[in-house]
Nanobody
Framework: QVQLVESGGGLVQAGGSLRLSCAAS????????MGWFRQAPGKEREFVAA????????YYLDSVKGRFTISRDNAKNTVYLQMSSLKPEDTAVYYC???????????????WGQGTQVTVSS
């Protein structure tokens, strides 16, 4: 039983940066691995990044490596996705998710936020 709310999405020009936040309530996030996923119109939801409960290990989608950074502040019950060098191909609704397991699979995550829109213009 955990509630997740994403924020920080918006419109940005190609090459710009954006920072997404995911705030949790109900349970402390320190018990969960956290993931970011995204879904573009007409496409299936895909994995973007994940971080384990301790915050000392991460996974990234190959196409965002070196551009995106996932981090967490368990004291604030918040997870972040710092995005830089953004490309139009990054345009999607971004979702925050939580699960006790550290995974890159959408099927392993039990709790999801409502999503926040990220639009990158050319």
């Amino acid at each position: 039983q955990v509630q997740l709310v994403e924020s920080g999405g918006g419109l940005v020009q190609a090459g710009g940066s954006l920072r997404l936040s995911c705030a949790a309530s109900g349970r402390t996030l320190s018990r969960y691995a956290m993931g970011w996923f995204r879904q573009a119109p007409g496409k299936e939801r895909e994995f973007v990044a994940a971080i384990n409960s301790r915050g000392d290990n991460t996974y990234y989608l190959d196409s965002v490596k070196g551009r995106f950074t996932i981090s967490r502040d368990n004291a604030k019950n918040t997870v972040y996705l710092q995005m830089s060098s953004l490309k139009p191909e990054d345009t999607a609704v971004y979702y925050c998710a939580a699960d006790p397991r550290f995974s890159r699979s959408i099927w392993d995550y039990a709790y999801w936020g409502q999503g926040t829109q990220v639009t990158v213009s050319s």
